[in-house]
């Protein structure tokens, strides 16, 4: 899960280039990779994430899981930010960092 860490506010640098790596070797029961950002993971777990993922492969084999997920991430921000809802379309002016892609396998 990423997360931003700033150890000192009055001198650079503010956040690290470090990435958060996670290594999980693919087995027969896995159903689906998810690579995100920590835009995704400042909102979700990475629990959360996959429940999310699997419920919707079950509902919409041929959907799109990834951009469900970040539908998914812009009404839980909404939400969290005080709103009832956001447009899809003001995604790009608010979040900045957002990348998902999920791998079906």
């Known amino acids: 899960m990423g997360i931003l860490r700033v150890r000192d506010l009055k001198s650079p640098p503010y956040i690290s280039t470090q990435p958060s790596l996670n290594v999980h070797r ?3 029961s896995d159903q689906f990779v998810i690579v995100g950002s920590d835009g995704l993971f400042d909102f979700f777990s990475n629990d959360e994430a996959v429940k999310l993922v ?3 492969i079950l509902s919409t084999p041929f959907g799109d899981p990834a951009k469900f997920l970040i539908e998914q991430l ?3 921000a ?3 930010a005080g709103h009832f809802s956001i447009s899809y379309a003001k995604l790009n ?3 900045i960092n957002i ?3 999920c791998f079906i396998i």
């Open 78 to 80: 909404a939400v969290s």
């Open 99 to 101: 990348n998902v892609v």
């Open 54 to 56: 699997e419920s919707y």
């Open 74 to 76: 812009v009404a839980r």
């Open 93 to 95: 002016f608010i979040f």
């Open 26 to 28: 693919i087995s027969g």
